[in-house]
């Protein structure tokens, strides 16, 4: 319980770590990720394709499974058409819009896909000018000192946050104070800085926000709460799952008094963004976002059993103490793109298993604990159920560009360029064929062609360059026109070049 009272609410002295795992121990006066140590070198920085210039979430073929550009355009093109009427997929054809997010979302519309899917594109919608008031307004001091101690160990091996006061880092703080200010009553927890930061990673701040907003309220909520009741209670819901799925590893951990809340708080309050592969950590989230915290069960009992489901592998930590390392430093190769999202998908873990634990559990707490101090509302399990109890219009989830580029008309582009009467279409004046001689002439056009050298010379036009005329049209243009017969011949004109 002290390490939970220090984790609350981002109360916790200064000599403390929030959220310890290895890789990411970060004492106060750490100046990892500041401008002396990481920005001093900008000609050695490489970023890899998700913007890390190193730390253990860089991409590593290893660790990343590539699709062929042709699938990814195939897959945009699908995307694209499900954002554009998608209350009609979410309501009509969720399978299809599941299995989409299974394979993984275009990096290219990710960040609108997860807008989408979490219900943060009718929040913002509905809310307005909500945002813009609250980025306005002065934050609440107890808070903003401990937001922007907080900053610099977000990501700080990524291009966005690597510069202390960067624009990575200021956005970040607009988004966490902002959610201070929307929900006062729950303040601020550190671990909703890393969810921020990698929203932040994939869109504006302003949805960033929402984002926030609809994971802390309909995901997870009471996870960051005061107390971090939740929290626990879903450590005892894993801790039963694990029975069901995997009763070695279960038997393991309660002969050596290990709790859940030991080893899964980060887990499950950073939603596995500080644990796994960066390309892991994506394809984990396309689930998550759209079917619900399950997804986040199915991760931590993957991983439990990967690491402690077998006899031989128990051997390798028989007490507490290297039981416990054994889960702060996972292996990598269970932790591969491929092999975790094929054991995610495996895993006979659905919304029903969830909730009979959760029953189970909340029963057992209040014999034990009284009742829950903070009420939360109930959690929602995917984006199919968050879009049902949220009311929206087709409005509400139109697609607004960011970026609106203003082109000049056509004439202004180009004044060799005029409308045509006909259908609306731009036609453009002809130019003159140049009059090259002929260099092959025959002995017969020998003379021709030396006309129309020393009349090209001159700059004055060739009688023999000249195509003959027909005496009869030339008599019959000679003539007035006729009733209709101008038109004719106007509307014939417009196909001569």
Not at 193 to 208: G, K, N, Q, T
Request: charged content about 25%; hydrophobic content about 35%; proline content about 7%.
């Amino acid at each position: 319980m002290a390490r939970l009272e220090k984790l609350e609410n981002g109360r916790q002295p200064a000599d403390t770590v929030s959220l310890q795992t290895v890789g990411s121990q970060l004492d106060e006066e750490s100046s990892l990720g500041s401008d002396s140590e990481v920005n001093g070198f900008p000609s050695s920085r490489e970023t890899d394709k998700y913007g890390f210039i190193g730390g253990a979430q860089k991409y590593s073929a290893e660790s990343a499974q590539d699709v062929p550009p042709e699938v990814l355009r195939q897959r945009e093109v699908k995307w694209l058409d499900m954002l554009s009427n998608w209350d009609k997929w979410i309501s009509k054809r969720f399978k299809k819009v599941r299995l989409r997010c299974q394979k993984g979302i275009p990096p290219s519309l990710r960040g609108r896909a997860w807008l989408y899917l979490s219900g943060g594109k009718v929040k913002k919608e509905r809310n307005g000018e909500k945002f813009k008031e609250l980025d306005s307004m002065e934050g609440d001091p107890k808070w903003m000192d401990v937001i922007e101690r907080d900053l610099h160990r977000q990501f700080p091996f990524h291009e966005m946050f690597v510069s202390r006061g960067g624009h990575g880092q200021q956005d970040l703080l607009r988004v966490l104070k902002a959610y201070t200010l929307y929900r006062p009553e729950e303040g601020y927890c550190q671990a909703q800085a890393p969810i921020a930061a990698v929203l932040l990673m994939h869109m504006p701040a302003e949805d960033a926000f929402w984002g926030l907003v609809q994971i802390c309220e309909k995901y997870l909520p009471g996870y960051y709460s005061a107390g971090l009741e939740a929290i626990q209670l879903d450590g005892e819901i894993l801790n039963a799952l694990l029975k069901r799925v995997c009763p070695i590893a279960y038997k393991h951990l309660d002969k050596h008094k290990i709790e859940p809340i030991l080893y899964m708080t980060e887990w499950f309050m950073c939603a596995f963004s500080r644990t796994l592969p960066w390309a892991s950590v994506l394809r984990v989230w396309d689930m998550f976002l759209c079917d619900g915290v399950k997804i986040i069960f199915r991760v931590g009992l993957v991983l439990l059993k990967s690491m402690l489901g077998t006899r031989e592998k128990l051997k390798a930590c028989p007490g507490q103490y290297e039981t416990m390392e054994l889960l702060r430093a996972l292996e990598p190769k269970y932790m591969q793109e491929a092999y975790l999202v094929q054991q995610v998908l495996e895993l006979p873990i659905s919304v029903r298993n969830v909730e009979r634990e959760h029953r189970v559990q909340l029963k057992r707490w209040r014999k034990t604990h009284g009742e829950l101090r903070y009420k939360a509302a109930p959690r929602m399990h995917g984006a199919r159920i968050i879009m049902d109890a949220e009311p929206h219009t087709r409005q509400d989830l139109r697609q607004k560009p960011t970026i609106i580029v203003h082109y000049p008309s056509a004439p202004e582009l180009n004044p060799d360029f005029n409308r045509g009467k006909k259908r609306g279409t731009l036609r453009k004046n002809p130019t003159p064929a140049p009059n090259i001689p002929n260099p092959y002439a025959l002995p017969s056009d020998h003379t021709s062609a030396q006309q129309a050298a020393t009349a090209n010379q001159s700059g004055q036009p060739s009688a023999a360059a000249e195509p003959p005329q027909n005496p009869a049209a030339s008599k019959k243009t000679s003539q007035p026109l006729q009733q209709g017969e101008g038109l004719q011949n106007s509307r014939e004109s417009k196909f001569v070049f």
